[in-house]
């Protein structure tokens, strides 16, 4: 029988693999690229072996995507670093129509209006953890980069309960994760990828959009798999079996 510490030290290994690509993404989409964050790009994509390329056909072509980018592009220049910054702008922020704007709610309803019901929602989900965003008031709540930023403290306190030894904790953080996994991000998250695909003028954020599409299908999977195995090991602890 499967003893407390083997079953946390089991699923620590993803929970750490999730919370670096989740900040990953979370820094990809809540500002303009700047040098911190191209030199963390650098590091952690060009020169190592990126996680789940194998598991997902959408996370290899991304990865391949950024690497080629990277190879051909001196990133830490200020001639690319501006060529990003553009892209982003662009896509993102304006001045002109977006072609793919970071709000859920420009996706999930007919007006493309911000600050709408899918806004609240996300809000209620986030103020049940006391997450307050930084720009509450002036950002609307369901931009991509503070959902991520969700799924990014979510996770850190998942490690926190692993920490703690807390079982029901631990059980109820992966729960609302997969909610919100499941009725907020991947409702819309996948339709802006394919926006950001088709009009980006860089690979880079080509890449960054099938790396994103396709680690949000693949979390919902490994969610699934961290559940089954914390509800296994729960059942056996009520049913006195530990």
Known sequence: ???????FISIRPLLEVRLFIYDLLRCTFIQEPNLEFLTNIKASIATTEFPFTQENQSIL?????IKKYISHNDILSETVCDRLHWDYTRLFIGPYELPAPLWESAYCNEERLLFQKETLEVRRAYLKYFFLPVEFGAEADDHLGLELDFMVRLNDLALTEIDNKDI???KQILTDQKLF??????RWVPSLCNDIINNAQTEFY???????RGFLTLDQKALHELLGIVLQFDSQVVGGEI
């Open 1 to 7: 029988m499967c003893k407390p510490e083997e079953m």
């Open 61 to 65: 072509e991304g990865i391949n995507q």
């Open 168 to 170: 029901k904790l631990l």
């Open 181 to 186: 996994l499941e009725e907020h991000l991947l």
């Open 206 to 212: 080509q890449g960054m959009a099938n790396l994103t």
